[in-house]
């Protein structure tokens, strides 16, 4: 398997900043995604890292070291909402390219 | 604006009996994958498909099977139920090029007694 790891659960305390870390085994790697999942409802994309370095969409970004095999995710001046789980999903070449997806982080963000 | 649509939210079947899943979805896409979500599992891929009447194996399809008619449309069959089978299963279709981001369905929680 592509053993695709992030932590179960992380708290963390509003306006607070958060990281996210997923590792991930190397060898075919060809992409991840990170995801956000409310409670009850669907997973929805928050970003897409395929090169090395730093992606940053407003209050989130996301980063990836290839050579590690390593990402996180940056939740940056927490709200309430951001409470969810976040999934890590890594594909891989070779195969179908279908994303691998972690067992997911659920976040809980405390006032 | 809706864009994967799953049926049913919501289902409760018994032991032994056969499950309908649909799944459709209106962006055109090429791929339809269908993945079960289990608490301390995450998501797993049972089935997916490429095009019309075509379909793959994903990592646990036993005791499942697919059907894809039309490209809109992507159908998960529980030939027989089982107990083990409670769980939520999550629809997700990609298209285009690029990253082929995934678009889910809100999900069907089943039961099976």
């Known amino acids: 398997g592509q053993n695709i790891d992030q932590p179960t659960e992380m708290t963390a305390t509003e306006g607070a900043i958060v990281q996210i870390n997923c590792t991930y085994q190397?060898?075919?790697?060809?992409?991840l995604f990170w995801y956000q999942q409310h409670a009850g409802e669907a997973p929805t994309f928050l970003s897409y890292?395929?090169?090395?370095g730093l992606e940053e969409k407003g209050r989130f970004s996301s980063f990836l070291s290839r050579s590690k095999g390593y990402s996180y995710l940056l939740l940056k001046e927490l709200q309430m909402k951001d409470s969810a789980s976040y999934l890590c999903?890594?594909?891989?070449?070779?195969?179908?390219?279908?994303?691998?997806f972690g067992r997911g982080t659920s976040l809980i963000v405390h006032p | 604006d809706v864009k994967v649509t799953q049926s049913s939210r919501y289902l409760v079947k018994r032991t032994g009996e056969k499950v309908f899943l649909e799944c459709v979805q209106d962006?055109?896409?090429?791929?339809m994958f269908w993945y079960r979500q289990d608490p301390g599992l995450g998501l797993r891929l049972i089935y997916f498909?490429?095009?019309?009447?075509?379909?793959e194996k994903g990592d646990i399809p036993e005791g499942y099977s697919v059907s894809r008619e039309k490209k809109e449309r992507f159908s998960l069959i529980l030939e027989s139920a089982s107990t083990n089978q409670t769980s939520m299963y999550l629809c997700?279709?990609?298209?285009?090029?690029?990253?082929?981001?995934?678009?889910f369905g809100a999900g069907s929680r089943l039961t099976v007694l």
């Open positions: 999903a890594v594909r891989y070449s070779g195969g179908s390219y279908i994303p691998t």
């Open positions: 190397t060898s075919g790697f060809n992409g």
């Open positions: 498909s490429y095009d019309v009447k075509m379909k």
């Open positions: 997700a279709s990609s298209g285009g090029t690029g990253a082929n981001v995934l678009t």
């Open positions: 890292n395929v090169l090395d």
């Open positions: 962006m055109d896409h090429e791929n």
